[in-house]
Nanobody, 124 residues
Framework: VQLQAFGGGLVQAGDSLRLSCAVS????????VGWFRQAPGKGREFVAA????????AYADSVKVRFTISRDNAKNMVYLQMNSLKPEDTAVYYC??????????????????WGQGTQVTVSS
């Protein structure tokens, strides 16, 4: 299974950005997919996750109102729409997947497959 995250960039506070995660291999829609982020000098932090069907989502409190996770199983894509970005959202964002589960986990250690990360920088 391969995951590729892209769509990061440099934006100003208050701007929006959409990250994409391409999932390939095996049955690509048979995965829970999560987004995590890691800022310089900090540990990896849960951002959002979505169930296999897209019917169940979970968010970190810090992003709950501003970010939206979605997926298009026909395209094997998962998205993270980020609105009202803040400087504290600056981090490398990773998408990750758990195979064949119904648990929408917030724990990085539960995820089996990881993409390479995409940098998001929000200037004040």
């Amino acid at each position: 299974v391969q995951l590729q995250a892209f769509g990061g960039g440099l934006v100003q506070a208050g701007d929006s950005l959409r990250l994409s995660c391409a999932v390939s291999g095996r049955t690509s829609n048979n995965y829970v997919v999560g987004w995590f982020r890691q800022a310089p000098g900090k540990g990896r932090e849960f951002v959002a996750a979505i169930s296999r069907s897209g019917g169940v989502t979970a968010y970190a409190d810090s992003v709950k109102v501003r970010f939206t996770i979605s997926r298009d199983n026909a395209k094997n894509m998962v998205y993270l729409q980020m609105n009202s970005l803040k400087p504290e959202d600056t981090a490398v964002y990773y998408c990750a997947a758990i195979y064949s589960t119904v648990v929408v986990s917030r724990r990085a250690q539960d995820y089996d497959y990881w993409g390479q990360g995409t940098q998001v920088t929000v200037s004040s």
